[in-house]
């Protein structure tokens, strides 16, 4: 990969990173539910259990597959022995879950600590009989959602290099059913065979992605490649830990989600993969950004793409009316920012601000620039891009320059709202299904639920519901 | 290294939080790395707090870790002082900085020469304290410290009021229902003509504190919050203190009789009976529900109450003396004040859990069979698994414990909800019982789940197979939207295709 150069016309800025954002110790919580035979050990304190069995809601209740390695004082004054603490847990993991694979998530008292992880986790492994990932993913170097991008990279290290020895039943597996039928032949009988698909595939190198989706959604975008002729080879994750994908030295990989930097360079570096610097499938726009580019790189001529585009935008346009030229303020908490403030600039709003916790911009390089490029072509003003933000600072931003729609954590929505200032949780967008053509809707339908709401409401002068401005 | 997914009480940073926020005008400042305000969060989630939760981070982060804080913590708490211009700072330490072992005194009193404000470092060690325990020591150390100041300045009020008053200690922020046991409380005051001096922490200025001995006593509704502070003004001023919790008929009797002595003690002349015969009689209608024949068919059914010290307790002894239910067994997770509990409940259930660990209380609750759980949000969730119904009677809780209705736990009006929430429990455990002993809804056989189950409409195997992926609650409503579509389209078939252009056009 070359030097990322400055994308022109863009300003970055950097605040105090005085922000409020999930702990990435959060991505358990998707990530044991996309990865079925796993389980998530979180190392750590009270005060993560804490965050967990708060963020998580219902979910706690229902049997998950993950469970807090509980710290106490003799483990922090090393009376107790690290190695045998974790050896005793990870025995009863075994008896009562036998789980594939046991990833350690190291938290802030882990690295504050110095609990040598990765040092002691390939003994461990062979004396449980369970491989042993570990992921740091702690408060004092993440934020939120690259949480599971620690976890991805630390994945990407235990995939295959070679195909598994082909035994009969294995051969049948995987050379007559791809990856996408043999997921649709879980729920059927083994007779009803999947029809062949329409659309030929091309001989190209083979293609790895990754990021966690829910199924449909991956399903959905490896039906988007398949119509071009692409062949999606595996993914990272897979539904189960047993199945992660070989790759080989000169495998192309792409990412479908932005926050997923160090995954990235793993495959690269380690891996030997070719990164395909891609615009992230978010939107219409960036969906059709996002396929073109694979195709391009795999030297495919994509078909039919402008229309498919077209198509979605026109499906869209009871949502677009209502937010066309209103203002859009990103506080920055996930690292979804830049990719969804180029597709609502995409629907006409204009971006005052995107906070970001953390800016890859080599990553990010392909996103950068389509960002400034749709700034361009909708003549809208080129947003400042925040990293680290100061939340007090940007609500007084807020404060001045009164945007219509304020996209933030949980913490200040409230306030915010009581203060006549339309919010929308950031949370839900890392929950909901957005990525590919079809869910653009859904994305809007998150962007547009508060504004509908509101609208439905503004005939009442119930905007400001606080007594005494604080002094904010 | 313990094994564990649940807990009842939260780590200690929150206790403190509590009742920095509760106050007015004080602001939190957290030794903390990014991600631990979540704080935040659950007060403006569960409160549905229309302001700014005045707590923020100095963040830990990786070079906080190499070369120490430094400058940082003091800049922050200098900074937030200028910003909001609050009365008091109060540093904030977590489990990482109990283990980082940081000079955090040092911090408070370098950043107190630049603030204008008071900077107080809460007496909080994470490992040896929970949130309950570390909530009763800031209250305690808020209170000391602003008396302590108003003596250095002698404009410590001492004198007692002319008429008999009370200061309530320990109505606090994410309090189980405090927001509503306040309100109650006033009102029994106003009602036995005690006038309200002081409440604390709950929106109480600091500036006030210093007020605190001008009350006849004090009045400590809940046993885990305020019981240190009411110890430290009785030891300080002499101030007598009430720690009956008024929850209940005969609770709240003997809570009314125990103020009754006190401010006698002080020379007034009050005499309670008559109020409290009136009230219970003819106006909390809790006496006379448990006379009722609703409640006779309570009688002897078995139930399990597991909470914190204060509501698990007042909760058995409800059941079992006012109701004649049989508490088969009653238990709390505040281990560090087991024998309390154990004292105050044994003469009233079979047997007695003290335990931090869900799975315990999950085992006994399926070993013992009962008829209803009073318990946390946990216990109601193994009532779910069970078929057990569950009254929620104590935190950990969700927003539907944060009630906007006005649900009192305490006083006369918080023996009627207490009615109902019991009888509620166990009337919806025997409906649910006799429908099934009589077969059921006589429509389960007719009404299937979905519409359209006779289906004109060939689904392909892919797109059935994706339709099998969608989640289970919304699937029938994404079944028919697609053919709906389909139909509109003039399809017969719905393939992968058609399924997701039916989604693209309608969002289905």
């Not at chain 1, 990856?179 to 698909?197: C, D, M, T």
């Not at chain 1, 609502?344 to 392909?366: F, H, N």
Request: proline fraction near 5%; hydrophobic fraction near 40%.
């Amino acid at each position: 990969m070359t030097v990322a150069q400055e994308t022109p016309n863009l300003t970055f800025d950097c605040e105090t990173g005085n922000y409020h954002t999930f702990c990435p110790i959060s991505c358990v919580a998707w990530l044991y539910q996309k990865i079925e035979d796993s389980f998530f050990l979180v190392i750590g304190t009270k005060t993560c259990g804490y965050f967990l069995q708060n963020a998580m809601g219902v979910m706690i209740f229902a049997e998950p597959r993950y469970a807090m390695a509980e710290l106490e004082e003799s483990d922090i004054s090393a009376q107790l022995n690290d190695y045998d603490e974790l050896k005793r847990l990870c025995l009863q993991i075994k008896r009562d879950r036998n789980p594939s694979v046991i990833v350690f998530i190291g938290t802030c008292t882990t690295e504050i600590i110095k609990m040598d992880l990765e040092g002691f986790s390939p003994r461990l492994e062979e004396e449980i009989g369970i491989p042993i990932v570990v992921a740091r993913a702690n408060g004092l170097d993440y934020a939120f959602t690259q949480g599971e991008d620690t976890v991805l990279a630390a994945m990407a290290n235990r995939c295959p290099s070679e195909p598994p020895a082909p035994t009969k039943e294995k051969e049948e597996d995987t050379a007559a059913a791809t990856r996408f039928q043999k997921l649709l032949n879980l729920g059927l009988k083994k007779k009803e065979e999947a029809p062949p698909v329409a659309t030929e595939q091309k001989e190209h190198h083979p293609l790895i992605l990754f990021g966690s989706l829910p199924d449909p959604v991956a399903a959905n975008l490896e039906h988007e490649l398949k119509k071009q002729g692409v062949k999606v080879s595996g993914w990272l994750p897979t539904k189960l830990y047993t199945e992660l994908p070989v790759v080989q030295e000169g495998y192309y990989v792409a990412g479908v989600n932005p926050f997923l930097s160090r995954t990235a360079t793993t495959l690269m570096r380690r891996r030997k993969c070719k990164l395909v610097g891609a615009p992230f499938p978010i939107g219409p726009d960036g969906t059709r950004a996002w396929v073109e580019k694979i195709c391009s790189v795999l030297d495919i001529e994509p078909q039919g793409l402008a229309e498919r585009e077209a198509q979605i935008w026109e499906s869209l346009e009871d949502y677009l009316q209502l937010i066309r030229g209103k203002s859009v303020f990103f506080m920055g908490d996930n690292l979804l920012e830049i990719s969804l403030a180029r597709f609502l600039i995409r629907c006409g709003m204009t971006v005052a601000e995107i906070g970001i916790p953390y800016m890859d911009k080599r990553y990010q390089k392909a996103e950068l620039d389509f960002l400034a490029r749709t700034c361009q072509e909708m003549g809208a003003p080129i947003p400042k891009i925040v990293e680290k933000p100061d939340n007090y600072n940007q609500i007084q931003r807020i404060n001045a320059l009164q945007p219509d729609l304020v996209i933030t954590g949980m913490a200040h929505a409230n306030p915010l709202e009581a203060r006549g200032i339309n919010t929308k949780w950031s949370v839900e967008f890392t929950f909901a299904q957005i990525h590919g053509f079809t869910n653009a809707r859904d994305i809007l339908e998150l962007v547009t639920r508060p504004l509908r709401r509101n609208t439905n409401l503004k005939d009442l002068g119930w905007d400001k519901l606080v007594k005494e401005e604080a002094a904010v | 290294m313990k094994l564990a997914y649940w807990m009842y009480a939260g780590p200690a940073h929150i206790g403190t939080l509590r009742i920095a926020s509760s106050f007015k005008n004080v602001h939190a400042i957290m030794h903390a790395p990014l991600g631990d305000d979540y704080f935040n969060v659950m007060r403006s989630m569960l409160e549905r707090e229309r302001n700014f939760t005045p707590v923020t981070a100095s963040i830990v982060d990786r070079n906080v870790l190499a070369r120490g804080s430094q400058e940082k913590v003091v800049d922050n708490i200098v900074r937030k002082d200028q910003e909001e211009q609050p009365d008091l700072i109060v540093l904030t330490p977590t489990c990482t900085s109990s283990i980082l072992q940081e000079d955090l005194e040092n911090f408070v009193a370098r950043a107190q020469l630049d603030a204008k404000g008071d900077v107080i470092l809460a007496d909080v060690n994470h490992y040896r304290v929970n949130e309950l325990q570390a909530g009763d020591r800031t209250l305690q150390q808020i209170v000391q410290f602003y008396i302590n100041k108003a003596r250095k300045q002698e404009n410590l009020a001492t004198e007692k009021t002319p008429q008999p008053s009370v200061n309530i200690i320990g109505v606090s922020t994410l309090g189980f229902h405090n927001n509503h046991d306040i309100r109650e409380l006033k009102t029994l005051m106003a009602e036995l003509g005690i006038s309200v001096n002081l409440v604390i922490p709950d929106k109480a200025s600091v500036h006030d504190l210093k007020k605190l001995p001008q009350a006849w006593f004090n009045l400590v509704p809940y046993r885990e919050l305020g019981l240190s502070t009411a110890k430290y003004l009785e030891q300080e001023f002499d101030q007598p203190y009430v720690d009956i919790t008024p929850m209940g008929v005969v609770e709240t009797a003997r809570c009314i009789r125990a103020i009754q002595g006190v401010i006698n003690d002080q020379g007034a002349t009050a005499d309670y009976e008559a109020f409290i015969e009136e009230q219970t009689l003819h106006v909390s209608q809790a006496a006379w529900f448990s006379r009722s024949i609703d409640c006779q068919n309570l009688t002897g059914k078995k139930a399990i109450v597991f909470g914190d010290n204060t509501h698990a307790a007042a909760m058995t002894k409800i059941l079992a003396r006012e109701m004649g239910i049989h508490v088969v067994l009653a238990g709390t997770y505040c281990k560090y004040d087991a024998d309390w509990f154990r004292q105050e409940v044994s003469e009233y259930c079979d047997e007695i859990l003290i335990s931090e660990d869900h799975g315990e209380i999950a085992d006994a609750i399926a070993c013992l069979e009962p008829a209803a759980i009073f318990g946390t949000q946990m216990e109601r969730h193994v009532g779910k698994r069970l078929n057990i119904p569950c009254g929620v009677i104590a935190a950990p809780i969700h927003i539907q414990n944060f009630p906007i209705g006005y649900r009192p736990f305490v006083g006369y009006e918080g023996t009627n909800q207490l009615a109902d929430l019991v009888y509620n429990s166990f009337t919806l455990g025997m409906e649910d019982h006799l429908l099934e002993i009589f077969g059921g809804h006589d429509t389960k056989e007719v009404i299937t789940t979905t519409m359209s189950a006779s289906s004109d409409l060939n689904w392909t195997t892919e797109a059935q197979g994706q339709l099998n992926k969608v989640p289970g609650f919304v699937r029938g409503k994404v079944k028919r939207n697609t053919e709906k579509y389909a139909r509109a389209q003039g399809l017969s078939e719905i393939s992968l295709e058609v399924l997701y252009a039916a989604k693209e056009s309608v969002g289905a």
